[in-house]
């Protein structure tokens, strides 16, 4: 028994070891192929980002709105990175100048749960698409978040 060739636990023909290899060698082209779309999103959207920061002093608050959902209809970075970063565009775009005149015209309606249903109809135009939906409400409770923060340092002063 001792004598018996170790070689007689692989079978002729058998492709177990190669067929592994493969699949490390698939997984790392996959994988450097993933990195290098990241890379490029990511490099996409800092530069969107820069781009609105300097673009805001002069827009409005339906004007970020407009130049987010406008962004955010022609980003060409991974979808999950565009989607995330909606709220962090118009965060951008609301804090580089005193946007919170234009909450006046909303009055009590930042307070109710569908603010921001009736300022997305302009953005939909028969578009049923279920992300550019959620990109539109996010946008606009970040601006109804603003115009509350904007209405409490109001009556704190």
């Not at 490099?43 to 407009?66: F, R």
């Not at 049923?128 to 946008?139: F, L, Q, T």
Request: charged letters at 25%.
């Amino acid at each position: 028994m001792q004598n018996e060739e170790v070689g007689s636990f692989r079978r002729k023909g058998d492709l177990g070891i190669p067929f592994v290899f493969a699949l490390f060698a698939l997984s790392t082209i996959i994988g450097w192929v993933v990195f290098q779309n990241y890379e490029h999103s990511v490099k996409e959207i800092t530069h969107s980002l820069a781009k609105i920061q300097g673009e805001s002093a002069q827009l409005s608050l339906e004007g970020c709105a407009d130049k987010t959902m406008e962004w955010f209809n022609q980003c060409d970075a991974m979808t999950q990175l565009c989607d995330s970063t909606v709220p962090r565009m118009i965060k951008v775009c609301l804090a580089n100048s005193d946007k919170s005149l234009g909450c006046k015209k909303y009055g009590d309606e930042i307070y109710g749960y569908n603010f921001g249903v009736k300022q997305c109809t302009s953005y939909m135009q028969g578009s049923k698409m279920k992300r550019h939906k959620k990109a539109c409400g996010d946008v606009w409770q970040v601006i109804a978040e603003y115009c509350k923060s904007a209405a409490k340092q109001a009556a704190v002063k």
